[in-house]
Antibody, heavy 113, light 112 residues
Framework: QVQLKESGPGLVKPSLTLSLTCTVS????????VIWVRQPPGKGLEWMGV???????NYNSALKSRLSISRDTSKSQVFLKMNNLQTEDTAMYFC???????WGQGVMVTVSS | DVVMTQTPVSLPVSLGGQASISCRSS???????????LHWYLQKPGQSPQLLIY???NRFSGVPDRFSGSGSGTDFTLKISRVEPEDLGDYYC?????????FGAGTKLELK
């Protein structure tokens, strides 16, 4: 069955870089894209970016200067890196299979000194 | 960016009743390939969003037929008939026609 699971540090200091991993199973990263979405506490959903099955990427222009998405198909893993974190980046971070059909459980990231 | 205006913000319903949620986009969601990429999600507390309806009117696997989606162009509706307790939560529309993909602000379906 299709599964996605996010992992990463729960706490990041301001100005540092966030690194998250999405480990997938039940499908091939060469056939499906993986999308990153985040949700600040008590707020709505924000699309961050996607890495497609062919390896191309698209990013939300609001985050593009800070965001990078990559993958290791041999390990079935997708990576998110976002630099210069601020307190407003505190959120639950989800990965989802393109076309947004299956989602991981999410990982909470708090930006605080 | 495409703005998705979702109404109402809160929707009190009675169990067994009907609910209707509207989502309007600031520009047409018809893709150049002819498809319309408008989807509906339910997010229950502490959970990730779950796909209900994809491309306007297609129910995702396992979604009861109490859920139906309709609309075209810039105006879309999700209807829930015979509301059950497990239907309560936050509903979101999502457009994936234009970059950046954007979500509606959400509708909280709660008991009257």
């Amino acid at each position: 069955q299709v599964q996605l699971k996010e992992s990463g540090p729960g706490l990041v200091k301001p100005s540092l870089t966030l690194s998250l991993t999405c480990t997938v199973s039940g499908f091939s990263l060469s056939s499906y894209g993986v999308i990153w979405v985040r949700q600040p506490p008590g707020k709505g959903l924000e699309w961050m970016g996607v890495i497609w099955g062919n390896g191309n990427t698209n990013y939300n222009s609001a985050l593009k200067s800070r965001l990078s998405i990559s993958r290791d198909t041999s390990k079935s893993q997708v990576f998110l890196k976002m630099n210069n974190l601020q307190t407003e980046d505190t959120a639950m971070y989800f990965c989802a299979r393109g076309p947004f059909d299956y989602w991981g459980q999410g990982v909470m990231v708090t930006v605080s000194s | 960016d495409v703005v998705m205006t979702q109404t109402p913000v809160s929707l009190p319903v009675s169990l067994g009743g009907q609910a209707s949620i509207s989502c309007r986009s600031s520009q047409s969601l018809v893709h150049s390939n002819g498809n319309t990429y408008l989807h509906w999600y339910l997010q229950k507390p502490g959970q990730s969003p779950q796909l209900l309806i994809y491309r306007v009117s297609n129910r995702f696997s396992g979604v009861p037929d109490r859920f139906s989606g309709s609309g075209s162009g810039t105006d879309f509706t999700l209807k829930i008939s015979r509301v059950e307790p497990e239907d309560l939560g936050d509903y979101y529309c999502l457009q994936s026609t234009h970059f950046p993909y954007t979500f509606g602000a959400g509708t909280k379906l709660e008991l009257k």
